[in-house]
């Protein structure tokens, strides 16, 4: 299984999640947003960073990158894709996930373990964890305060596609919101760095059963 | 015709602002008592080509809901004047 992950001048988490690919078992190769076609990949990355410097918005010009009408056609056609906090904000520009990340509550950038808890194994990322289990995850974001409009809320609690929520809330998210799913669970966005947390050196290897979902999604996908 | 534009880009009604709310919070604390509702946001100034003002506004606003604004946090305010000749 291959992971393709998205290179934005200005991405800076590219590596950590190839390594974590590997680390899992996946292959993975960096694939660079100038370019149109996405490749032979079984799931994409969108990894953290600051892409095109977050001007304007963080994902704002992201979304107009040439890879991104690749991406976009890749999830309609049910592959998995994740992105990883300035991911998370690329895809929720992009329009594929709802809602928007607005400035932390407290005005302060975070950079810290944050305690996730699993709220529903029905995704591309949580597939082989367990409803309830409790996540050590770093966040590390100024833009990661996730807010969206009370009918989206509603949509996303009733149809089961809020996929992580911080046990103590540390940035204002709406219904303490780490991570959503788009409709067709097949695309998840979340602020939390699973590619941190891969080894016992980093501090936690809870991130390790995230990716080995997406893995595992990426071998179920329609190829 | 040339057209000087003005987009003032501000949080949406209901939307947290916490970067207004600390400004807020500070200003008793140097002295400027009674301010309230104050609002962060940012200003974009350009100009832009249009064969008349209705024109050229209808084009800022698509560059407002495609790209200057997120409009699920942001609303923006267009303001244009007809820029004087070079």
Known sequence: MTVGVVLFPGSNCEHDVVEAVRLVGGEAEIVWHGDPKLGDVDAVVIPGGFAHGDYLRPGAIARFSPIMGAVADFAAAGGPVVGICNGFQVLTEAGLLPGALQKNRGLKFLCKTAELRVETTNSVLTAEASVGDVLRIPINHFEGNYTCPPETLAALQSEDRIVLRYLDNPNGSVDDIAGICNEGRNVVGLMPHPERATGDLLGSTDGLVLLRSVLAAAAAAPA | ?86
């Open chain 2, 1 to 86: 015709m040339r057209f000087a534009v003005l987009v003032e880009v501000s949080l949406r009604e209901g939307i947290a602002d916490p970067q207004g709310a600390t400004i807020e919070r500070a200003l008793p604390a140097l002295g400027f008592h009674g301010v309230s509702g104050v609002r962060v946001g940012k200003a974009l100034r350009f100009e832009v080509e249009g064969a008349d003002e209705a024109t050229a506004r209808a084009e800022v606003e698509e560059m407002c809901a495609r790209f200057l604004t997120n409009p699920v946090i942001e609303d923006a305010t267009i303001s244009l004047r007809e820029s004087a000749s070079v």
